[in-house]
């Protein structure tokens, strides 16, 4: 249950940089 919590917020946390990056770069 544990493991399964921390890979999806590992999966969550991967979309949120790769979305922040993205937005970054439209930007700049």
């Known amino acids: 249950?544990?493991?399964f919590l921390g890979?999806?917020?590992g999966i969550?946390?991967?979309i949120?940089?790769?979305v922040v990056?993205?937005?970054l770069?439209?930007?700049f």
């Open 25 to 27: 770069s439209l930007i």
């Open 7 to 9: 890979g999806a917020v």
């Open 12 to 14: 969550i946390f991967v």
């Open 16 to 18: 949120g940089l790769l």
């Open 1 to 3: 249950m544990f493991k």
């Open 21 to 23: 990056i993205g937005i």
